[in-house]
């Protein structure tokens, strides 16, 4: 016997709608990467013709952990989607490479999670599901050193200030709860990161790019969920430049 539209559980009506939301983010992100390589790649050359110094670039793909601080959410951490973009100006030839380095982190976040809430004056709990859409940029300046031993191979580690803007919203799905409210907020903050990474090379110009970050901000957001502190490690692969 089929199941009409209403008896449906509500986690199988999610999945078709949670692919296509992952679809769309796959087709923006391969967009977003293929411009960036684009400006770095432009940019470089123009930084390149004006000095000796070796310019690198690097786009990437990867992710974001945080901890939730919120004791209702059924999960302990949350896995944010990040893009990012950067540049480097090594000051220096050789083996050895000290330089600066600057960027930026776009992080995304669509889903939609469950967390413990009061069923009313009978007592227990209700896991309640809630939408949650958040968007987030960081924009970073540091310095960095690192070593280059052979053409192919490069490798280091960079440290430096960050500024960070967010928002987030969170909608009451199924089962309704009255005392749980769709809620908006866009918050900005500051903080620092360290990061390490390494450089392989297939040719003169292009390679592939791994990394991992940690980034520590004062950015926190509070809502009906509880609260989330935006501090946390991101792990990324991407491809390289350099010039």
Do not use: N
């Amino acid at each position: 016997m089929s199941l009409g539209p209403a008896e449906i559980p509500a986690s199988q009506r999610l999945i078709p709608i949670l692919l296509r939301g992952i679809g769309v983010h796959i087709k923006k992100t391969m967009a977003l990467i293929f411009c960036a390589s684009l400006i770095l790649l432009s940019a470089g050359r123009t930084l390149s013709e004006e000095a000796d110094e070796k310019t690198y670039g690097h786009a990437f793909l990867g992710k974001m952990t945080l901890p939730d601080t919120a004791s209702e959410l059924e999960e302990d951490t949350q896995e944010i989607t990040i893009f990012g973009a950067e540049a480097q100006r090594s000051y220096t030839g050789g083996i050895f490479q000290l330089g600066m380095e600057t960027g930026a982190v776009l992080s995304w976040d669509s889903s939609v999670r469950y967390f413990k809430a009061s069923s009313g004056e009978q007592g227990g709990t209700a896991a309640i599901s809630v939408a949650i859409e958040s968007f987030m940029i960081d924009y970073f300046f540091g310095g960095f050193v690192g070593m280059q031993p052979f053409e192919w191979l490069r490798f280091g580690v960079g440290a430096g200030p960050l500024v960070i803007w967010g928002t987030r919203e969170v909608e009451p799905e199924d089962p309704p709860d009255e005392e749980t409210t769709a809620d908006s907020v866009a918050e900005f903050g500051a903080g620092l990161y360290a990061r390490a990474y390494i450089d392989i090379y297939i040719s003169k110009v292009f390679g592939v790019y791994a990394g991992v970050r940690r980034a520590e901000t004062t950015l926190s957001f509070e809502d009906a969920t509880g609260s989330l502190d935006i501090d946390g490690w991101q792990y990324y692969v991407g491809l390289s430049f350099r010039l």
